[in-house]
């Protein structure tokens, strides 16, 4: 069955420190991967998007991810992390092009420490 | 400036009331899609639209119903609400069916 699971709920890391978010699918086929941040009472706004190509993308903020068909992996990365990127991280995933459906992770908490 | 937005931010219901949350975009997105987001959960998609009277069922349709007789207007509708209803739901619209989704602040539901 298609599925995306975000294995950490939280992280916590110290500001200036490095980061990695973790994101796996289960798709036999490439699918085309996002990811999302959410700060608190708001909508989600988009980091940064895969379609077939590059295997490393950036995006804003510094953000940048790995696709990774072998492990079936998006992992998001972060070189030095600012108090600023303190919300949850949304892995999504379009199993199919043709509908325009996202299959959403359950989302990880990311808590920097000053 | 692109947005997506949603009315009203904030609703209270009592249960089997009638519920209306609007959608709007100025973007001239031909899709746009209605979510739920429950604690500690992604997102759980309930319909999309891919033009005017072109709707069509997500993951978790039953007990909703949506309305599009504009582009830039998705509505959604819940007929009698109920209690498990009480969530925050997000619309979104996206320019290609494939493309990035740009997201409405919410708008958060509490069915008494």
């Known amino acids: 069955a298609q599925s995306v699971t975000q294995p950490d709920a939280r992280v916590t890391v110290s500001e200036g420190a490095s980061l990695q978010l973790r994101c796996k699918y289960s798709?036999?086929?490439?699918?085309?991967l996002f990811w999302y941040v959410q700060y608190p009472r708001q909508g989600l706004q988009l980091l940064l998007k895969?379609?077939?190509?590059?295997?490393v993308v950036q995006g804003v903020n510094g953000f940048e991810a790995e696709f990774s068909k072998s492990n079936s992996s998006f992992h998001l990365r972060k070189a030095s992390v600012h108090w600023s990127d303190w919300a949850v991280y949304f892995c999504?995933?379009?199993?199919?092009?043709?509908?325009?459906?996202?299959?959403f992770g359950d989302g990880t908490v990311l808590t920097v420490k000053p | 400036d692109m947005k997506v937005t949603q009315m009203p931010r904030y609703l209270i219901k009592r249960m089997g009331e009638n519920v209306l949350l609007e959608c709007g975009q100025d973007?001239?997105?031909?899709?746009m899609y209605w979510y739920r987001q429950d604690p500690g959960l992604g997102l759980q998609l309930i319909y999309i639209?891919?033009?005017?009277?072109?709707?069509s069922e997500g993951d978790i349709p039953k007990g909703y119903r949506v309305s599009r007789k504009k582009r830039e207007h998705f509505s959604l509708i819940l007929d009698s609400a109920k209690t498990n209803q009480t969530s925050v739901y997000f619309c979104?619209?996206?320019?290609?069916?494939?493309?990035?989704?740009?997201f409405g602040p919410g708008t958060r539901l509490t069915v008494l």
């Open positions: 979104a619209s996206s320019y290609e069916i494939y493309a990035e989704q740009f």
């Open positions: 798709y036999f086929g490439t699918p085309y």
């Open positions: 895969y379609y077939p190509g590059d295997p």
């Open positions: 999504a995933v379009s199993f199919n092009t043709n509908t325009g459906k996202l299959t």
């Open positions: 973007m001239s997105h031909e899709t």
């Open positions: 639209s891919y033009d005017v009277d072109s709707n």
